[in-house]
């Protein structure tokens, strides 16, 4: 046994599994789990065990690296089956995460105890799969079936006090190696549970299922309704039967393109915040953060930082406006009260680290500053000019530009090594991706930080280059000149979003632009028509100008009645757009959005080109992560076919 060590204590043998970094389940893991199992009901000496984990976690789950190979004896069912048929019972002491297969061999041991801290789940769907040993079969033995919906539809893993009151766990302990020796003994001398499989579980009527469907459907995204098949079909037929449904269904969807391309942003998500080409590069420690403007996004930006434990001091030109930010930051730990993810004095504790100030002066400490003033170049350099100047000189200075060149703000800065672009999304205490932009002059280490703070606020940093746009609006720019050509080639605009829609995004082209405003884009080709740029009039500018702006003006590429947010197809828009409509084009849903997906891909492949993305990989987290894209299609890199991942 490499992987396995024992220990005894009395007649109860400590098993400990130690397998860097998460204990995965690998094929070495299963073979000794399932030898191990043997040899201590050989053992005289040995009247009980206990399972635990060296490092950060429980088991993991299944080794996902595995995925893509043929699979290889002892199948994990076995060795939950092994387990749980042991002579000797067997206590699964859980920390960290006991996830996916983990929790099922969890499930195979007679008790399951946890620390406080502890999680456990069956996040199988958010790889593309269904639990495949059992998840679906033991757990609604063990928790009943609602508890188990939530638990395989989701993937959301439960903390230890919830799982204790669901049943999926029997304690939660402080010290959890002593403690589960002692739960261990207690139990040598008592009743024994009947093992999780010879449990008993009901049929529950069509009703309850049909909502559960209602409840789990996503569109394109098959693996949560699988996993209620395999549920349903388990409260229906005996155990036997069951597990091998479960199986062939788990098999069966680990060679889907749904599973693949899950596998695919499960692996970038992990690369991503840790680029190689920045090991060994030591960021600047960020303990105190000035924000320029208190507006949405500044706020945003603050609130964000403040959760991360930094220290905020938020920059306005006058007190009504210091007053004005410091409001919009306390709104969104309101929020985060409201929805009982934080006591009233721990909102009291964030708001204690928000100072605000009109000076410059007060930001001479401040490890980092982030503008987030208007998009205006004259205004950008004016904040940077007066950074420069009372700064420390090793402060790293930031620009949440979202159009400009990163470049021209940073002229005249005395020491342009230290200054980045750091694109957050709105709103910014929420969007998880994170854009960060380099100028040729960006010090490695300044780079290094930018990284840094996204691991520490939990967003997904990419590295961008610089463009018109960078990765992501310049993507979505393209995806929108897409929709409207297939508007002029005469494909209905509500056919088009429904097409995106039943791809997986939440909105179609259209009506997200409702939603937002049509007016910022507009502005924007204003703005550089104004310049003297040839920027040609999109079907946006004619609506627009003709007081179109979106939901707010009450109509947009729709009409909407009063206080409704329901969009209704426009006689006025198909007036206004008509001489613009040359054809009567005949697409599927599948074949919008096919020709939608394939512009973004086109698009991420001229920006890999030109070296504005690093990899394909980035090109899908900014897609999935800032702008919707349904993550099971793997972003648009990934469906045209341009990642090296093997499908
Ligand atoms: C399953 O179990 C199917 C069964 O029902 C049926 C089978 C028949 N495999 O996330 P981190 C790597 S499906 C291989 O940054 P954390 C990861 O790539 C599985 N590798 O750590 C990374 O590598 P690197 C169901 C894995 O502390 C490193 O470990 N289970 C796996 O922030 C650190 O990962 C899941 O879906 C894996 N299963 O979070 C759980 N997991 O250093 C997936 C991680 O080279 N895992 N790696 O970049 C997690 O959710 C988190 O890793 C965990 C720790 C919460 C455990």
Not at 234 to 240: G, K, L, R, V
Not at 432 to 445: C, F, Y
Request: aromatic letters at 6%.
């Amino acid at each position: 046994m490499t992987l396995l060590t024992v220990r005894r204590d009395g007649e109860i043998a400590v098993v400990t599994l130690d397998n860097p970094p998460v204990n995965a389940i690998s094929e070495a893991v299963r073979k000794e789990l399932f030898e191990m199992v043997g040899q201590l009901d050989a053992d005289p000496g040995v009247r009980a065990a206990v399972l635990i984990c060296a490092g950060r976690t429980f088991l993991a789950g299944a080794d996902v690296r595995e995925f893509g190979k043929p699979p290889v004896e002892p199948h994990l069912p076995e060795v939950v089956d092994r387990i749980e048929g042991a002579e000797k019972p067997w206590v699964a002491a859980i920390h960290g995460a006991a996830l996916g297969g983990g929790f099922e061999i969890a499930m195979g041991c007679r008790f399951r105890i946890a620390v406080e801290s502890a999680r456990v789940g069956l996040p199988e769907v958010t790889l593309g799969v269904i639990p495949g040993a059992s998840g679906t079969v033991r757990t609604p033995r063990l928790a009943g079936i609602e508890t188990t919906v939530d638990l395989v539809t989701s993937g959301r893993p439960m903390p230890a006090g919830k799982a204790l009151k669901a049943g999926l766990i029997d304690a939660v302990v402080s010290d959890l190696e002593r403690d589960a020796v002692a739960f261990a003994r207690a139990a040598l001398d008592a009743e024994l549970p009947l093992p999780v499989s010879q449990r008993p579980l009901a049929p529950m009527p069509e009703a309850f299922w049909q909502d559960a469907r209602k409840r789990a459907a996503k569109p394109g995204h098959q693996a949560p309704l699988r996993a209620l098949d395999s549920l349903r079909f388990a409260t229906e037929h005996d155990f036997a039967e069951a597990m091998e449904h479960e199986r062939e269904t788990f098999l069966d969807l680990r060679g889907s393109d749904e599973a693949a391309a899950l596998r695919h942003i499960f692996f970038a998500e992990r690369a991503a915040p840790k680029p190689s080409a920045l090991k060994g590069i030591e960021p600047r420690p960020v303990r105190t953060v000035g924000v320029i403007g208190g507006g949405t996004m500044g706020a945003g930006i603050a609130g964000a930082c403040r959760e991360a434990g930094m220290e905020i001091l938020l920059i306005e030109r006058d007190d009504e406006a210091v007053t004005r930010g410091l409001a919009n930051v306390g709104k969104i730990f309101d929020s985060a009260v409201k929805r009982g993810k934080l006591s009233a004095e721990d909102r009291a504790g964030r708001m204690a680290g928000v100072r605000g100030s009109t000076d410059y002066a007060d930001l001479a400490d401040a490890d980092l500053v982030i503008e987030a003033v208007f998009e205006e170049i004259g205004v950008k350099r004016a904040v940077f000019a007066e950074l420069g100047r009372v700064c420390r000189a090793d402060a790293v200075l930031a620009t949440n530009t979202s159009y400009l060149d990163p470049r021209a703000i940073a002229e005249g800065l005395p020491d342009p090594s230290r200054f980045i672009g750091l694109h957050f999304f709105s709103p910014a205490h929420i969007m998880k991706l994170l854009e960060i932009v380099p100028t040729p002059d960006t010090a490695p280490d300044v780079l290094a930080t930018g990284f840094a703070l996204g691991r520490a606020l939990n967003k997904m940093p990419v590295q961008a280059g610089i463009c018109e746009g960078f990765i992501g609006n310049r993507i979505l720019k393209r995806y929108r000149a897409e929709a409207e050509a297939l508007v002029k080639q005469g494909v209905a605009i509500a056919e088009i979003d429904a097409a995106m829609r039943g791809y997986g995004f939440r909105m179609g082209p259209f009506e997200a632009q409702d939603l937002g405003g049509l007016d910022i884009a507009f502005l924007q080709r204003e703005g550089a028509r104004a310049e003297g740029q040839d920027v040609p009039e999109t079907l946006g500018d004619i609506l627009v100008r003709a007081g179109r702006k979106g939901q707010k003006t009450g109509g947009g590429w729709y009409d909407y009645a009063e206080g409704d947010r329901t969009p209704k197809p426009s006689a006025s828009v198909a007036t206004l757009l008509a001489d613009r409509v040359s054809g009567s084009a005949a697409l599927s849903g599948p074949e919008i959005a096919d020709r939608l997906v394939g512009a973004m891909a086109a698009e991420g492949e001229a920006i890999l080109r030109e070296g504005i993305a690093q990899s394909p990989q980035d090109i899908d987290l900014v897609e999935i992560h800032g702008y919707g894209f349904p993550r099971w299609k793997g972003g648009p890199m990934f469906a045209a076919g341009m990642t090296a991942s093997a499908r």
